[in-house]
């Protein structure tokens, strides 16, 4: 049982540079979550996929798009990489009441 | 508004010592809270969650309604403990609201 599992774990982009951050999980969760995580600012979520076949818009979801390719996978996407954008990217997935389970994390790196 | 507070950004404590890292929240419904742990370059992992009433690695975390907080005590702190620790509160649209976590720091 893998739990969430991303892909990659380290990337470095040059500004402009699109890439896509790739999500999944095997634990039949309903809900997946995007998050990034910089010094002192905690969890910021970017954007959230309640069930298959919805997305919506978390606390900052400028310059990143969301797929939920089926209940299984949930990708993140920088159309045009932006150094504020360096950042370290977690996905999550959601079972209500017991809390999330985390992906091992992407350290994104945009010079 | 929904928030959830964390005052202390660091906290350093000896080895033994006991320790208590402080959440309140603000919630006008029925809060479900719950602490993560990240170690070092490490995932956040689920520590406890309050509807369990657990007790893991030595951590207990008591929701106090009446005082709106979820503190995290531990009574003898272990090296090994050392790592940020959020407060998280679950919120009705499948939505977790984060505390900007405490670093805590044990020191031998």
């Known amino acids: 049982n893998a739990g969430v599992t991303q892909t990659p774990k380290f990337q470095v982009l040059k500004t402009g540079q699109s890439m896509t951050l790739q999500c999944a999980q095997d634990m039949n969760h309903n809900s997946m979550y995007w998050y990034r995580q910089d010094p002192g600012m905690g969890l910021r979520l970017i954007y959230y996929?309640?069930?298959?076949?919805?997305?919506d818009k978390g606390e900052v979801p400028n310059g990143y798009n969301v797929s939920r390719l089926n209940k299984r996978e949930f990708s993140l996407r920088l159309e045009s990489a932006a150094p504020s954008q360096t950042s370290v990217y977690f996905c999550?997935?959601?079972?209500?009441?017991?809390?999330?389970?985390f992906g091992s994390g992407t350290r994104l790196t945009v010079v | 508004a929904q928030r959830v507070t964390q005052p202390e950004k660091l906290l350093s404590v000896f080895k033994g010592a006991p320790v208590e890292l402080k959440c309140n929240y603000s919630?006008?419904?029925?809060?479900?809270l719950f602490w993560y742990v990240q170690y070092s370059r490490q995932r956040l992992q689920l520590l406890l969650r309050?509807?369990?009433?657990?007790s893991i690695k030595g951590f207990t975390a008591d929701l106090n309604k009446g005082e709106t907080s979820f503190h995290l005590k531990k009574p003898f702190a272990q090296e090994e403990d050392s790592a940020m620790y959020y407060c998280?509160?679950?919120?009705?649209?499948?939505?977790?609201?984060w505390g900007a976590g405490t670093k805590l720091i044990i020191k031998p």
């Open positions: 309050h509807i369990s009433r657990e």
């Open positions: 999550a997935s959601l079972r209500r009441g017991h809390g999330y389970t």
């Open positions: 996929s309640a069930s298959e076949g919805t997305t």
């Open positions: 919630y006008s419904g029925s809060p479900e």
């Open positions: 998280a509160l679950e919120i009705g649209n499948y939505q977790l609201i």
